[in-house]
């Protein structure tokens, strides 16, 4: 998730609440950086204020939409007339927070924003008996609950959303891990493992898969 905002305490305050929901959060504090950041990662969702410094909000969302980007955006601002409001989702913002607010309640918007996500995108994902339910952040199995740590959800959704493809570590890394990461990419390799021993091994399914040399893909193991 991208989160723009200039009040550096309160985006750090943001990044904080979020990642310990489980999200993985980049910040950008001006509007420049914000719209460079949409375009160079793939983001589930973006966190966008109004007042911003070099670009305002009007400006950063107007122009994630002219290149044909539409990932959720989610307007933060303590601007909260009408007419504000009515710019903001007539620039392409999909919802609306106005300062102060309950981080409970921007906790929601999101997720309810993930649920809906860039297109018309199922509120739960299906994997053959695999169930991935991005919005409760919950994933099954022939009925059994699988508690998963943050990332590898992420991981898990990611590959789900990929079904068949060959995701290459470096895209799990962008995807789970902030836009900075600049650790042991070999971490995705534990966090492979970890997610065989849970979502496969109990099951004798062998769903999550490696390509040697290209990356990983996940496939309906019951085909």
Known sequence: MLVVEDDKRLAATLRRGLEAEGFSVDNALDGEQGLWMAAEAAYDAIVLDIMLPKLNGFQVCARIREAGNWTPILMLTAKDGDLDEAEALDTGADDYVTKPFSFVVLVAHVRALLRRGAGERP???IVGDLVIDPGKRT????GHAIVLTSKEFAIVEFLARRLGDVVPKVELLEHAWDFAYDGDPSVIEVHISNIRRKLD???????????????YRLVNDRD
């Open 139 to 142: 994933c099954s199995r022939q």
């Open 201 to 215: 091994r109990p099951f004798g399914t062998q769903s999550l898969r490696t390509v040697r040399g290209s990356g």
């Open 123 to 125: 509120t739960q994902i």
